[in-house]
């Protein structure tokens, strides 16, 4: 029995049977127990059966037979992975009156070892092409004669080969000697090829959603989004992208691409590939509704038409809904995020352009959205152009998509007068309004996405690398326009630890430029285009954006005047409001370790984790000094629960820092700002007002008090998704 199906089978109890209360292996240097697990039939009892003796889960008891078969099904996998000699031995040791525990004892023996490889049957293949292909089969030489890793090297020859266009490659003649005495392999690998080959035809057989009706997609569409055509070289890879591009419309419930059976005779050059597609339908509505702690009551809306006006032209219409009400204490303090937030949009993608590998899109958009506590930006209306086009010169589950887009819009961003004053230098009154009047917004972008993962949702094995150039230019300015460019990397790696854990760890890095200078940072450069870091997808330690700059708010009753005539802050001033200003430099690091128990099956995970990270204002007068002792590290624990839409995230995390430095302000009697440039007795001045736009900045040097208590430094945060 194969080692692939005999977890599929299943030990039932009958009256009188001993349960099996756990499996151990010793011996096995190579491979570790979960591997050898999958490989035989033999399973404990479930976990909460065997260790909280609770009727939950599968029961399961000793077959003698099934026992003994495990055992070659031991030798059997060890055998296929290059050790002949394997030996195994079995156990049952009573733990109870009705149950045991089971053991097998290996002895690995010693490894078969290839001495020998030789290729033949490529000389037909051009010669750098063919030294790269001996070159990854001669690789095994030397090493244990392991078949999985032998057959997987022959198949990923073949299929080079079908991608050089001979269609006609199959598995090569073997010629595998193993001698048992010296523990060595001689291998002799003969491949046919057959003669390189064409497209000379491409046939369609398309079908409707229903029976009886006529296509809403013509032939003639359809081989506009081909990746091959007549006369082409034959490539397996281009057969496969195209049935992928042609499943990513989702016009198709069912495709195949394939070649003909009667064009594929060994003698064949001129090939016909045949093409069949089911369509599905052409339209749908999805609605929602749900909550979440800074959205509060929210709900959306997506309407699809995959063939609006013919030739599989995409138009999609979204339409948003947040802080509908039900909203925490928190938010509704916050004068940022007691409006309506809405987002509207009209898509509309079509196939390809110059060729399936680009694929356009236009859209226009209105919106109202809120930064919890740091701005509130409303663009009646915007639109955006873009393109993608998949860079990958094989198939991938998600190619490499280049995206290059453009995007204007025309509206304004509220935020503290704090801190445009703290910021950008733009102190007066008339400044700050000028600030917040509508404007346009013109941005040029590119995004690169590498990913390898084997989830959208949940990825438990892979990599993933995101590149993301910004360049802008706003026209908001009380100077003119501002020129601004923001470069974003972020790295994520996911690797299995075990049965039923994964590692994931990220790590984010974020610039950005006023023009192409790395200097100062006083230029304007929108609040909504800063760098903020702090929440569920973040640093989670931290709340929404506060991890970084602040500028603080308190009563003027909060301020006294000491002896020598400078305004300082009482010990327990009454804070009005706290503003994150953001930042123009970012850094932001994740290790977790999400485990699922061995109880409730896939439903539930457990998670550990540590974030890290930090956020500054590069080049920004009288602001701190950044050192290595100014990251903030913050780990925490989370729990989620698997939902059709992603998990249902519950993290806690523990902040051992104090509350963020940042600048502090009053409004004085004559409501005007000012600034306490005194916070903590170390600065020279008193409070001031700043009404001009040359004045300094406010010294970022306040700290405010903080509770000391263990509870009051944990943040929690719920969400859904898991954070990166």
């Not at 479930?46 to 495990?70: F, I, K, N, T």
């Not at 959603?209 to 809403?216: A, I, N, V, W």
């Not at 992928?244 to 069912?254: G, H, M, Q, V």
């Not at 195949?256 to 052409?282: I, W």
Request: aromatic content about 8%; glycine content about 10%.
């Amino acid at each position: 029995m194969l080692a692939g199906t005999a977890r599929a089978q299943v030990l039932a109890c009958g009256s009188g049977d001993l349960e099996i209360g756990g499996v151990g292996f010793t011996g096995n240097a190579h491979f570790r127990d979960g591997a050898l697990g999958d490989a035989i039939v033999t399973t404990p009892s479930s976990w909460a059966r065997r260790v909280l003796h609770l009727p939950l889960g599968a029961r399961h008891c000793l077959d003698s037979l099934e026992l003994q078969r495990d055992a070659v099904r031991l030798r059997l996998f060890y055998r296929q992975r290059g050790y002949y000699k394997t030996t195994v031995e079995t156990s049952v040791v009573a733990t109870g009156p009705r149950a045991v525990k089971v053991g097998f004892s290996i002895d690995e023996g010693p490894p078969v070892i290839v001495d020998s490889l030789a290729v033949a049957g490529l000389d037909s293949v051009a010669p750098r092409s063919r030294a790269l292909l001996e070159r990854r089969l001669f690789a095994l030489r030397g090493g244990v004669y392991n078949k999985l890793l032998l057959q997987t090297a022959i198949d990923s020859t073949v299929d080079w080969l079908r991608n050089l266009g001979y269609a006609h490659a199959v598995q090569p003649l073997r010629d595998i000697t193993v001698d048992n005495a010296s523990d060595r392999a001689s291998i002799q690998l003969t491949f046919i090829t057959g003669p390189v080959a064409h497209i000379g035809r491409v046939d369609f057989e398309l079908s409707a959603m229903d029976e009886g009706q006529s296509p809403l997609i013509d032939s003639a569409t359809v081989r506009k989004l081909l990746s091959f055509h007549e006369g082409d070289l034959y490539r397996q890879n281009e057969l496969l992208r195209t049935q992928r591009d042609l499943y990513a419309l989702e016009t198709y419930r069912r495709v195949n691409v394939e070649l003909l059976p009667d064009s594929l005779q060994p003698s064949d050059t001129s090939l016909t590939v045949l093409v069949r597609l089911g369509e599905s339908r052409m339209s749908s509505m999805r609605l929602g509704a749900g909550w979440a702690t800074l959205d509060c009551a929210r709900t959306q809306a997506r309407f699809t038409d995959r063939d609006f006006a013919g030739a599989a032209r995409r138009l999609e219409l979204n339409a948003r809904l947040s802080h509908i009400g039900l909203c925490t204490g928190n938010v509704r303090a916050d004068p940022f995020s007691t409006r309506l937030n809405y987002f509207t949009s009209a898509t509309l993608r079509l196939p390809a352009l110059f060729g399936p590998r680009n694929v356009p899109s236009f859209t226009i958009f209105s919106e109202r959205a809120s930064e919890y506590r740091t701005y509130l930006r409303t663009t009646p209306i915007g639109g955006a152009a873009q393109i993608t086009r998949d860079l990958s010169p094989r198939i991938t589950r998600s190619g490499l998509p280049l995206t290059l887009g453009y995007q204007v819009e025309y509206g304004r961003t509220e935020a503290g007068q704090a801190v445009f004053c703290q910021l950008f230098n733009r102190c007066s009154v008339a400044d700050i309004d000028r600030l917040q009047q509508n404007s346009s917004l013109q941005v040029l972008s590119a995004v690169l996405l590498r990913d390898r993962t084997n989830s959208v949702l949940d990825p438990s094995r892979g990599s993933q690398l995101h590149l993301e150039l910004r360049t802008g230019f706003t026209s908001v300015d009380t100077g003119g326009g501002s020129l601004f460019n923001r470069v974003m990397a972020e790295a994520s790696i996911y690797r299995p630890a075990g049965e039923r854990s994964v590692v994931a760890a990220r790590l984010q890095a974020a610039t950005v430029l006023e023009g192409f200078s790395f200097g100062g940072a006083t230029s304007f450069v929108p609040p909504q285009q800063r760098l903020y870091a702090g929440g569920p997808n973040s640093v989670r330690g931290y709340s929404q954006n506060l991890l970084g700059p602040v500028v603080y708010i308190v009563d003027e009753t909060s301020t006294h005047v000491d002896s020598a005539g400078n305004t300082v802050v009482n010990d327990r001033p009454n804070i009005r409001q706290y503003s994150p200003t953001g930042g123009n430099t970012l850094v932001v690091g994740n290790l977790e370790w999400r485990v699922q128990p061995p109880f409730l099956g896939d439903a539930l995970q457990f998670a550990t984790f540590v974030d890290a990270g930090i956020v500054w204002d590069r080049g920004r007068r009288n602001g701190p000094d950044i050192a290595l002792g100014d990251v903030r590290v913050t780990p925490g624990i989370g729990l989620r629960v698997n939902s059709p839409v992603g998990p249902f995230r519950v993290d806690v995390a523990y902040n051992r820092y104090p509350l963020s430095t940042g600048s502090v302000y009053y409004l004085g009697s004559d409501n005007t700002l000012r600034c306490v440039s005194r916070p903590e007795g170390n600065q020279p001045g008193g409070g001031e007002a700043l009404p001009a736009p040359t004045a300094e900045s406010c010294p970022a040097t306040f700290t405010p008090p903080q509770h000391g208590s263990f509870f009051n430094r944990l943040t929690f945060n719920f969400s859904i998704g898991q954070a990166f």
